[in-house]
Every structure is written in structure tokens, then in C-alpha cells.
């Protein structure tokens, strides 16, 4: 059963009420119908521009400009004409990357003003011609096109590609086999795959740091910190610990521990 209310607690909710009709609405100018001639100024400037010129909020402006579609004033510097010159020549992030842009705004200027796409630009019979005769960078740099685009045509077409091959010197070949592959790629400046390849081209088994034989000279160094042997051995603390093991000689920490004095 719902409790009655007493006579004063009823008086405070109708003066409540009468004081509440008699507070006259805050922000009329959130409810005032717009015009032709407000809603004429929509997209053309900013919604907070639009907002201070007829007394709006930003959230009325924006709500209004987009009930009725219209999009969003946004202000470009203007395109000059080094930066239209460019449109075509490279893609379209090249572009972007080197003015400064975004790629939606390269691609709207370059379809607003007809210049075609370079990944959509079409193959001439004198640019296939030429597909195999440099590396696929060069010839993309030639034609003004990218290196992607160069490489699917040249697969399309069954064109094997051209490497700028270096050839291989005397001394460069005796250090293969002496050296790991990676060893000899850094030594050379070349790839590690080309390494490998040659050297089996000769016919010359690899080396493993690992497995190679110790000599004498190097079992006198053992007794160096690990770092500087792994320096000068080209080996793995792990082998020059297996050494160590098998020949009985202490590490430098173990020497430096036995050395110390007594403490006390």
C-alpha cells in the first residue's frame, strides 16, 4: 500500500512545480529553427567557424550538417605546379611521401584532373622490349614505374630477369673455406647466398668454426678472458669451454680467484 503524503510535504512538491514552470528555458538559441541562409553556410567554412557566427554549439552545427549530408569543410593548402608534375610519374604514396601529403589527397587532385594512375598506365610494345635488359629497380626508375609493376610484367611475359653480377677475384676465392659463409659475405660485401653458391660452384666444403682443428697457438691463448678468444679464434664460448675441459687449463676468472688473497 502506497504511504500518504502529509499536507506540507505535498505543498513543497506543487511550489516545486509552480517555481519550476515560472524558470524561464537557458540556451533559446540551441532550439531556434534554422534558415536557408544558416544552413547555406554548412560545409562552406568549419562547424566551430559556423557555430560562433549564428550563436550555435559545435554538437547543433555538426548534428545539422550531417542530417542533411553535407560533408566537412576541411582547408588543403593549394596544389602548385611542381606538385601536379608529379602526378603520374611515381604511385601515389611516392608522392604523398615526398610533398608531404596523404595519399587520398593525391589521388582526388590527380582524378579531378585526369591524369592517369602509373600502376594503371598501360604497357607499350617499346617498354616490354626493354624488360630483362637492366634489374627490375633500374629499368622501374627508367620508365617511371614501380619496381612491383616492372617484376609482374616481366613474369607475365616469361622474362628471366638480369642480376649485376661481380666477379669473383683470386683472392676473394681463397678465402672461401676458410671462413664460415657468413664470415666471408661480411669480409666481401656480398650476399651470403652468393657466397655458398659459388663455393659449391668450386666445389669447396665449408667450414664450422665449431669442428675446426685447435692448434698449438691457439691452446697457448686460453687462458685469456672468453671475450678477446672468441675475438681473435673466431669461436663460440661454448667450444673454448669444451677446450678448457679437455686440456685442463683454468679460465681467467678461475686464475684471478686463486690469486686473491685470503680474506681476513
Known amino acids: 500500500m502506497a504511504k ?3 499536507k506540507k510535504q505535498a505543498s513543497k512538491s506543487a511550489n516545486y512545480f509552480q517555481r519550476r514552470k515560472k524558470v524561464p528555458l537557458r540556451n533559446k538559441k540551441i532550439f531556434r529553427p534554422w ?4 544552413i547555406s553556410l554548412l560545409g ?4 566551430s567557424e559556423v557555430g560562433r557566427r549564428l550563436g550555435r554549439s559545435l554538437a547543433a552545427v555538426g548534428y545539422k550538417r550531417r542530417r542533411l549530408g553535407i560533408t566537412a569543410w576541411r582547408w588543403y593548402p593549394q596544389w602548385t605546379g611542381a606538385e601536379i608534375a ?6 601515389d604514396h611516392e608522392v604523398a611521401r615526398r610533398i608531404g601529403r596523404t595519399k587520398n589527397q593525391v589521388c582526388r587532385a590527380r582524378v579531378k584532373r585526369g591524369i592517369p594512375s602509373l600502376v594503371n598506365r598501360r604497357w607499350t610494345k617499346a617498354d616490354d622490349k626493354q624488360l630483362g635488359t637492366a634489374s627490375d629497380k633500374a629499368l622501374a626508375l627508367l620508365l617511371g614505374r614501380t619496381k612491383i609493376a616492372v617484376e609482374r610484367r616481366r613474369h607475365r611475359l616469361g622474362i628471366t630477369a638480369k642480376f649485376s653480377t661481380r666477379t669473383w677475384t683470386r683472392g676473394e676465392e681463397k678465402l672461401l673455406g676458410r671462413y664460415s659463409d657468413d664470415e666471408t659475405a661480411k669480409r ?3 650476399t651470403m647466398r652468393a657466397v655458398k653458391t659459388h663455393r659449391l660452384r668450386l666445389k669447396i666444403p665449408s ?6 682443428p685447435w692448434t ?4 697457448a691463448l686460453l687462458g ?6 672468441t675475438r681473435r679464434l673466431n669461436r663460440s664460448i661454448r667450444a673454448i669451454q669444451r677446450r678448457r675441459l679437455r686440456q685442463g687449463i683454468l679460465s681467467h676468472y678461475q686464475h684471478r680467484i686463486l690469486r686473491a688473497p685470503p680474506p681476513g
Do not use: I, Q
Open 224 to 229: 685469456l678472458p672468453n671475450n678477446e678468444l
Open 35 to 38: 534558415t536557408k541562409k544558416d
Open 188 to 190: 666481401l660485401n656480398r
Open 44 to 47: 562552406k567554412h568549419s562547424d
Open 86 to 91: 608529379m602526378f603520374g610519374t611515381m604511385s
Open 216 to 219: 698449438k697457438k691457439e691452446d
Open 4 to 6: 500518504k503524503r502529509s
Open 207 to 212: 667450414v664450422n668454426p665449431e669442428r675446426a
